[in-house]
């Protein structure tokens, strides 16, 4: 692996990117997130954000109609990507 490509995703880290792969499908359409990290096989993005916590103190409860509290589900954490460096065909940082 390129030393620079490597470092240049490190500098990048905490910014939004688009990465387009080498490969065709959804895949080939390029994945845009948030840097989280760099390895020397991938690069890892935070493409959704999971919600905030539902109430006090990060518990997950909520309230029926008649004030009742029961622990509800959250169905929805986020997702992340990695992205081995190899198959990487093109990076669009953004110009700020």
């Known amino acids: 692996m390129n030393d620079s490509f490597y470092s240049d995703f490190c500098r990048h880290i905490g910014e939004t990117v688009t990465i387009y ?5 959804q895949s080939g359409f390029g994945f845009t ?3 989280l990290g760099v390895s020397n096989d991938f690069v ?3 493409t959704q954000i999971g919600p905030a916590p539902g109430c006090a103190l990060g518990s997950d409860c909520t309230c029926d109609g008649r004030g009742r509290r029961f622990r509800g589900r959250i169905f ?11 198959a ?6 953004n110009a700020v």
Do not use: E, N
């Open 21 to 25: 792969t080498k490969s065709g499908g």
């Open 33 to 35: 997130g948030v840097i």
């Open 44 to 46: 890892r993005l935070i």
């Open 76 to 86: 929805d954490i986020g997702s992340y990507v990695d992205i081995p460096l190899d």
């Open 88 to 93: 990487i065909a093109a990076v669009v940082y």
